[in-house]
């Protein structure tokens, strides 16, 4: 399910609610609940074959292949790629907003919950909300000013910054390529645009 299409849980959802820390404060049931539904859908997804797909490239491209991804399921390494940068978090970890601490995620997390290390009922799901900085983002700098080829697969590239990653990929050299099945929202930055789905 997506976020942002139509029928998607954004039109479902107030992301205001369910996706920021102010909502969390106000209601952490309400964003538990959230969170462990989604956590019971990435559970019981499997990797398609475009996860395969880019897990294979992984393993015989023999330069460096560097998955970015603002997905929060586990679906690339269950396919078998190694080097994912979940820039928006994991939900199958969780967080301690008290100390920082994250661990492994129960199927169900609850605002009770107590932090492993700290003991404070602080836990929450170790995702990125609207407001908060992405993770990863010095190293995924660092990578788009290496890399030789850029590819964005399955996303409008519309929610900064990763909508500026193919410009700064092509800034630095890159040939840039865009998969989806819809055209990208800034199409001047790719040299090659294929529609359809991954």
Avoid at 16 to 43: I, K, Q, W
Avoid at 91 to 113: Q, T, V
Wanted: aromatic share 8%; glycine share 8%.
């Amino acid at each position: 399910m997506t976020l942002r299409d139509r029928g998607g849980l954004w039109d479902r959802y107030d992301l205001l609610e369910v996706a920021t820390p102010e909502g969390f404060s106000r209601n952490p049931d309400l964003v538990h609940d959230f969170y462990n539904g989604r956590r019971m859908n990435c559970r019981a997804a499997d990797p398609n074959s475009a996860h395969k797909a880019l897990a294979q490239l992984e393993r015989k491209h023999p330069g460096e292949v560097v998955i970015v991804t603002q997905n929060i399921d586990d679906l690339h390494e269950r396919a078998g790629s190694r080097k994912v940068w979940h820039m928006h978090g994991e939900i199958r970890k969780a967080l301690c907003a008290r100390c920082g601490s994250r661990w492994p995620a129960p199927p169900e997390m609850n605002a009770g919950d107590p932090c492993p290390d700290c003991c404070e009922a602080a836990t929450r799901p170790d995702v990125v909300w609207f407001g908060e900085i992405p993770y990863f983002m010095d190293e995924i700098q660092a990578a788009l000013g290496r890399c030789q080829l850029f590819v964005s697969i399955g996303t409008s590239g519309e929610v900064f910054p990763a909508a500026g990653f193919a410009a700064d990929a092509e800034m630095a050299g890159a040939r840039t390529l865009h998969l989806n099945i819809e055209e990208p929202s800034s199409p001047h930055c790719f040299h090659e645009i294929r529609t359809g789905p991954a």
